[in-house]
C-alpha cells in the first residue's frame, strides 16, 4: 500500500515570499503524484502533476514541483506568494499500472494550510 | 478536464435519516469516485463507482451504509444511510479522464447530522 505525509502542518509566510511545501511518499510500485488546492468552501482543484519525464513540472498559478525518486519526495514550490494562495494544500498519489495507466485511487496527505499574511 | 456539479450543495439533517447526494458530469467517464472529508482532516476514499458493474468499497465502508448508483456515464449518486453526528462531512465526487489517475472534482456536499 502507498502512504503520503506532509511534513507541515500549516505554513505561514508573508506576500512575495517564497514557499516550499513538502510531501513524502511511500509505495512499492511506480507511481503517479499530484497537488491539488483547496480553497475555502470550495472542492479541489488540481494544481500539478507529475506523471513521467522531466522531474521538475509547472503547473497553474506559478506553482511548481520537482519530484525525487531517491528521497520518494514532491515538494511544492513557489518564488512569490501572493495572499491569494492562502489555502490548503494535499499532496497524492496514484499507483501506476501497466501501459502507462492508473489504478484510479488517489491516497491523500493530511494537506498543509498555507497562509499568506500582507 | 471536466466540469462537476453536486446536490445538494449543503444539508442539515437528523439523525436516523438518509440523504441522497447527486453527481452530474459534463462529458462521458468512466471511473467515478466517491470521497469523504471530516473536518479539519484530509480526504478518504468511500468507493470506486464505475458504469455497469457494483461499486468498489474501501475498507471501513460498507454498501449497506453508503449506497451507490451508477446509472450511466455522466451521473452518479452516494447515498448516506441512517446518518448519525459522526457522518457530519464533505462528500466529494470524482472523475478520472484519461488513463493517469488523475481527477477532477465537484465542489462538494457539506452534509451536518444534528
Known amino acids: ?118 | 478536464s471536466a466540469v462537476i456539479s453536486q446536490k445538494p450543495s449543503r444539508d442539515i439533517c437528523q439523525r436516523g435519516t438518509s440523504l441522497t447526494i447527486q453527481c452530474q458530469v459534463d462529458s462521458q467517464v468512466t471511473m467515478m469516485f466517491w470521497y469523504r472529508q471530516q473536518p479539519g482532516q484530509s480526504l478518504t476514499l468511500i468507493a470506486t463507482a464505475n458504469q455497469g458493474s457494483e461499486a468498489t468499497y474501501e475498507s471501513g465502508f460498507v454498501i449497506d451504509k453508503f449506497p451507490i448508483s451508477r446509472p450511466n456515464l455522466t451521473f452518479s449518486t452516494l447515498t448516506v444511510s441512517n446518518m448519525s453526528p459522526e457522518d457530519s462531512s464533505i462528500y466529494l465526487c470524482s472523475v478520472q479522464t484519461g488513463g493517469m489517475g488523475e481527477q477532477y472534482f465537484g465542489p462538494g456536499t457539506r452534509l451536518t447530522v444534528t
Open chain 1, 1 to 118: 500500500a502507498q502512504s503520503v505525509t506532509q511534513l507541515d502542518s500549516q505554513v505561514p509566510v508573508f506576500e512575495e515570499a517564497p514557499v516550499e511545501l513538502r510531501c513524502n511518499y511511500s509505495s512499492s510500485v511506480s507511481v503517479y503524484l499530484f497537488w491539488y488546492v483547496q480553497y475555502p468552501n470550495q472542492g479541489l482543484q488540481l494544481l500539478l502533476k507529475y506523471l513521467s519525464g522531466s522531474t521538475l513540472v509547472k503547473g497553474i498559478n506559478g506553482f511548481e514541483a520537482e519530484f525525487n525518486k531517491s528521497q520518494t519526495s514532491f515538494h511544492l514550490r513557489k518564488p512569490s506568494v501572493h495572499i491569494s494562495d492562502t489555502a490548503e494544500y494535499f499532496c497524492a498519489v496514484s499507483v501506476s499500472a501497466s501501459r502507462g495507466t492508473s489504478y484510479g485511487k488517489l491516497t491523500f496527505g493530511q494537506g498543509t494550510i498555507l497562509t499568506v499574511h500582507p
